[in-house]
């Protein structure tokens, strides 16, 4: 076995085990023969009577030049009824679970067709429906507000979960198109009136927002002791989109989803398994790069300081390759989800739901044909909203789960992708 080498620090233990669960971005650690590393920390105050342990082993895959890692994580602790609460609050958290109970979603009033865009660009309804299965979308308008779009989305979904504003112990705000560049998820905070002052932050995932704040907020719960974590997609892309370009401007569209995930016992636990990865290499395919305008300097320029102040800056339009695009999520896409499968040591067909990111119908068709999911078992309802990056797949399902088609008990596997390159699925239970 290849040697490893630990940061100074706690004591740690080397064993082997087979238990899996979860993926992270790690790539400094090798395993070999099928066999799984496993580095356990040693708490000085316990350590004779529990092992809390991290499984850990190596996979590569590749989106550009074939060489990124990924690590599959599992945490297990033996020796857990030897233990009393008040010896280690790591073991006390180690039999939660968490599960899905409430959801909601909101979008713009105003709705543009395909006949609309067919009016400022050189397109049609049949052009954009064949493509890309879309027919209409929402745009944010006049005095619309992205944080409102998201607080009514979270309290749709506070309201189905039965959960106080003020007994959320954390809202997670997964949005690349925040109202403040330092992040609005305290804005909904305050819109909601959770008077408990619960930690409110953005992650920015675009596409892959939803994921990862789903993913988060179990890591939340499991590890840190939360109980009730609301995970809030929302994005506004329309306001980032060139609507002279036919090419992505009949793509987006702005909403938000939400959805309450709440502690519970490890027997009634509902994300059962996920993986999740990034690229920066695939970054040149689907990008809106931050750009200098030009500016005239009040302090004028005497040769002592060059480029200096620096002129104001700000994002440019959504910049995309559908072609590579397309071809990067029909074949990441069924991977991430078959290996959160394994993870979660369920075969495809336990499957009930498929729900993707809704960014092209044709991709979804492909996804679900590698994955021999019927097309009556995937969830899609792209032609009325069109993309709406983190918000779509709270979007979908609040709209799945209140028009009855997911019901309590159902297993979907859902997955997320789009810019940074980024992607991820995970598979859990609705209830």
Request: hydrophobic fraction near 40%.
């Amino acid at each position: 076995m290849a040697n490893t080498t630990i940061a100074a620090g706690p004591t740690f233990s080397l064993q082997h085990r087979h238990q899996v669960f979860g993926r992270v971005g790690v790539s400094t650690l090798r395993h070999q023969q099928g066999h799984t590393l496993f580095f356990t920390q040693a708490v000085p105050a316990i350590r004779r009577k529990f092992c809390p342990s991290i499984g850990i082993y190596q996979d590569r895959q590749s989106f550009s030049d074939g060489t990124f890692n990924s690590v599959m994580c599992s945490s297990s602790v033996e020796g857990a009824d030897k233990v009393s609460t008040d010896q280690s609050r790591v073991l006390r958290l180690g039999n939660r679970g968490c599960k899905l109970i409430g959801c909601g979603s909101a979008v713009p009033s105003l709705n543009v067709s395909n006949d609309d865009l067919a009016k400022i660009v050189d397109t049609n309804d049949q052009w954009i429906s064949v493509r890309t299965g879309i027919r209409n979308r929402r745009v944010l308008s006049g005095k619309d507000s992205l944080t409102d779009l998201a607080a009514e989305a979270a309290r749709k979904a506070l309201e189905m979960a039965e959960v106080d504003p003020d007994d959320v112990d954390l809202i997670l705000l997964c949005s690349s198109t925040p109202e403040d560049l330092f992040g609005s998820a305290p804005q909904v905070q305050r819109a909601l009136g959770c008077k408990s002052n619960p930690l409110s932050f953005d992650i920015t995932a675009a596409c892959s927002g939803f994921m990862l704040g789903l993913v988060s907020a179990a890591c939340y719960i499991r590890g840190g002791g939360f109980k009730n974590v609301l995970v809030i997609g929302a994005d506004a892309l329309s306001r980032y989109v060139d609507w002279t370009d036919r090419g992505t401007c009949i793509l987006f569209g702005d909403a938000a989803g939400a959805v309450v995930v709440q502690a519970c016992d490890i027997g009634e636990d509902g994300l059962f398994g996920f993986d999740l990865h990034s690229d920066g290499g695939g970054q040149r395919h689907l990008n809106a790069l931050i750009k200098d305008n030009e500016t005239d300097h009040a302090f004028g320029t005497n040769g002592s300081v060059i480029g200096f102040p620096p002129s104001n800056s700000s994002y440019s339009c959504i910049q995309m390759n559908g072609k590579e695009v397309f071809r990067f999520a029909v074949r990441v896409v069924p991977q991430s989800i078959e290996a959160a499968l394994e993870n979660a040591g369920l075969p495809r067909s336990k499957i009930d739901w498929l729900l993707l990111h809704q960014a092209n119908q044709r991709i979804l068709d492909a996804v679900a044909t590698r994955l021999e999911v019927p097309p009556e078992h995937v969830i899609s309802n792209l032609a009325n909203y069109g993309n709406t990056s983190a918000a779509s797949i709270p979007l979908a399902l609040d709209e799945a789960v209140r028009s009855g088609k997911v019901q309590a008990g159902h297993v979907i596997a859902a997955a997320g992708f789009g810019a940074g390159l980024t992607w991820g699925s995970a598979i859990l239970r609705w209830g």
